[in-house]
């Protein structure tokens, strides 16, 4: 008997991120979940809250502060 194919759709959308000291990071995933425009935020308004979420999770382990974002593009 043939399988069928899991319906694939993206769980995930990528953006990349420059931070004020001059950093880039590419390819950073933002689960679908939080980027919800129902309420009438942007887009990228909603990528740079879950990207600082990320942040601060990333920084409160390694209590290495990331400089502030400076622009968000979508991947």
């Given amino acids: 008997m043939a399988r069928k194919k899991a319906d694939k759709t993206a769980a995930f959308t990528m953006f990349n991120v420059t931070y004020e000291d001059g950093t880039i990071t590419s390819n950073r ?5 939080q980027l919800d425009q129902s309420f ?3 887009l990228l308004d909603l990528a740079r809250t879950a ?3 990320q942040d601060n999770e990333i920084a409160a382990r390694s209590q290495q502060r990331r400089a502030k974002i400076k622009a968000i593009v979508k991947a």
Avoid at 29 to 33: D, H, K, L, Q, S
Wanted: proline letters at 9%.
């Fill in 40 to 42: 009438g935020d942007s």
């Fill in 29 to 33: 995933r933002v689960p679908n979940e």
């Fill in 51 to 53: 990207i600082q979420q």
